[in-house]
């Protein structure tokens, strides 16, 4: 039976007054990518949030590895592995690539070198000098994700990854998904663009007001796209 790495159950959240999350229940097997789908303001970026910590305030159950996180600050759910990639990439402009990679600190054992990670993401060592912001688009959501895989995380939680991104660039990034995965390690996605989500995710979740309304399995996708059209507007 596959070990769950992630569970969330009843989850309310809050930014001050504003409700936004109303009961959201899902898991996430270790060695699985699930990606959330919803239309903009259904709630998924929100679900994130709410699993690091960072949201206004948070109830229901977020166990991480068996773990209940609900009351936990966002730096101790980041030790227990979970490392999250904002849609916005926090890329610093003053520091070279390299420097930006070394700047988190490694939380758990695990922490990729930065050989590993240059054998990983060749892109990156090419550009290791390069200002931050001098990268592509697509270098810089590389470098996002390669910083998280430096504290150690195994359970990667990233935001609209693809978003503007030129297609070869969107390429790229689905190799990277499918490599990490390959890897042992976990991920959930928000994604905006379907045709990048659908062949690399093993579940599909549909959020709509705040809540997970649909959940099917990548077998299941192609009797689902109809419908999915429907939801999504895709």
């Not at 520091?95 to 050989?115: F, H, I, Q, R």
């Not at 996002?144 to 990854?161: H, Y």
């Amino acid at each position: 039976m596959p070990t769950k790495f992630l569970e969330i159950n009843n989850l309310q959240g809050w930014y001050g007054e504003s409700h936004v999350l109303h009961g959201v229940n899902f898991h996430v097997n270790e060695g699985e990518v699930v990606t959330l789908l919803g239309r903009n303001g259904a709630g998924r970026t929100s679900t994130m949030r709410a699993i690091m910590g960072l949201i206004g305030a948070r109830k229901g159950s977020i166990k991480v590895q068996g773990k209940e996180t609900i009351h936990l600050p966002t730096h101790r759910i980041a030790r227990l592995g979970l490392g999250y990639c904002p849609e916005e990439r926090g890329i610093f402009s003053s520091l070279s690539a390299e420097e930006n990679l070394l700047l988190p600190p490694s939380l758990m054992p695990a922490g990729m070198s930065l050989d590993d990670i240059y054998a990983m993401f060749p892109n990156l060592k090419e550009r290791a000098k390069s200002q931050g912001t001098r990268l592509s688009g697509g270098e810089q959501q590389m470098l996002a994700v390669a910083r998280i895989l430096r504290t150690g995380a195994k359970l990667l939680l990233l935001d609209e990854i693809s978003e503007g991104l030129a297609p070869v660039i969107v390429q790229k990034l689905a190799e990277m998904v499918l490599m990490l995965r390959s890897r042992g390690y976990t991920v959930l996605m928000v994604e905006q663009n379907f045709r990048f989500a659908a062949p690399l995710a093993d579940r599909f979740l549909v959020m709509e007001h705040g809540r997970v309304t649909q959940e099917f399995t990548q077998a299941q996708l192609p009797s689902r796209l109809d419908q999915l059209h429907e939801t999504l507007g895709v």
